[in-house]
């Protein structure tokens, strides 16, 4: 079946019948995992939106250089971890056992956390070296990058939180596992993809 008729498949037109009936193919997907799918596509749309206007303001000749403190790159070490601990806890729910489960998403979750306090650091000690938001267009934009993907992250260490909760409730912890799954596997991609472009901005500044 080509892409095109995979795209255009509308599997509630076929409930209660046999996979490939009419020759399509049923696709059999649950509505959170859809949603979660549909939310990442525009988040993602978003942000590369931002880098595109980034990179198109970058051409001016008022761009100015910024500087690069040194605890980002503690910060991105300490993204890949968390990173690291979100993934084992994906892999940890496919045995069932929610107790291995709790320990990584609980070290993903703090180092997340680390993370946006060394962000606030990085802000300060810019501040302190005279990199105002108002005082040129590529401080703006870094402010403006780094200020949203720490709320990304705050979103998603909420979500964390219900599922960690929802796992310490005896008739809700096979459910809960696998949920934690999903949301450990999917913030593991959220955290990579938006570590590489806030990376990707910091080494563009860093450039110019």
């Known amino acids: 079946m080509s892409l095109l008729k995979k795209v255009m498949v ?6 209660g019948e046999p996979e490939g009936a009419h020759g399509d193919m049923v696709i059999h997907q649950a509505p959170a995992k859809t949603g979660l799918f549909v939310f990442l596509s525009v988040l993602s749309s978003f942000f590369m939106l931002i880098m595109i206007s980034y990179y198109t303001r970058s051409l001016f000749p008022d761009w100015e250089m ?3 403190p040194r605890i980002l790159w503690v910060n991105t070490l300490v993204l890949v971890f968390a990173s690291v601990a979100m993934q084992l806890a ?3 729910s496919k045995t069932g056992d929610y107790s291995r489960v709790k320990r990584p998403m609980i070290v993903g979750g703090l180092l997340t956390l680390i993370f946006i306090g060394g962000q606030l650091m990085a802000w300060e000690q810019l501040v302190e070296q005279g990199f105002y938001l108002q005082a040129n267009p590529s401080f703006a934009f870094y402010y403006l990058l ?3 993907h720490a709320l990304h992250l705050l979103g998603g260490l909420w979500f964390l939180a219900r599922v960690w909760l929802g796992m310490g409730k005896e008739e809700g912890q096979e459910r809960a596992c696998r949920v934690a799954g999903t949301m450990a ?3 593991s991609t959220r955290l990579n993809s938006s570590h590489q472009i806030i990376s990707y901005a910091v080494f563009c500044l860093k450039k110019k």
């Not at 509308?10 to 409930?15: A, G, L, S």
Request: aromatic share 6%; proline share 6%.
């Open 66 to 68: 910024l500087s690069d």
């Open 10 to 15: 509308k599997p509630w037109e076929h409930t």
């Open 185 to 187: 596997d999917r913030k």
């Open 146 to 148: 780094t200020g949203l």
């Open 90 to 92: 994906s892999s940890a």
